[in-house]
Structure formats: C-alpha cells, structure tokens
C-alpha cells in the first residue's frame, strides 16, 4: 500500500522530539508568542504520525517499537 508522504513526515520521531522541543521552548518564555503557532502546527500531527507507524504493519515487521 503506497501512497505520497512527504519524506520528513516518514520520520515521526524528529516531529515528536521537534514538537516537544517547541512546547517546551514556549513554557519557559524562550520562544515569543509568534513563533508559538508554529510549534502546534509540528506537535499536533506529529502524535498522529506516531500512531499511525506503530499501528500500521510494514512488510512483515511487527506493529510495535520492539
């Protein structure tokens, strides 16, 4: 089953640290109010991404992280 996926939403990993990288920017006051929205727009698909690779078998591989 292949469909188009942009290549940097293959790595769902590095949204999640990005995302969380950015939500904790923005509770310490590093990251001004702005630039907040932009890290929404990475943490929130990124979560779903996630699921979606850990769900979704690949060719034989078990569903898991393990």
Do not use: C, I, K
């Amino acid at each position: 089953m292949d469909r188009p996926v942009l290549a940097f939403l293959q790595h769902w990993r590095l949204l999640v640290l990005l995302g969380d990288l950015g939500l904790w920017l923005t509770a310490y006051a590093y990251l001004p109010w702005p630039w907040n929205s932009v890290v929404w727009y990475v943490w929130l698909p990124a979560d779903s991404y996630e699921m979606e690779h850990l769900v979704t078998p690949r060719s034989g591989e078990s569903a898991g992280p393990w």
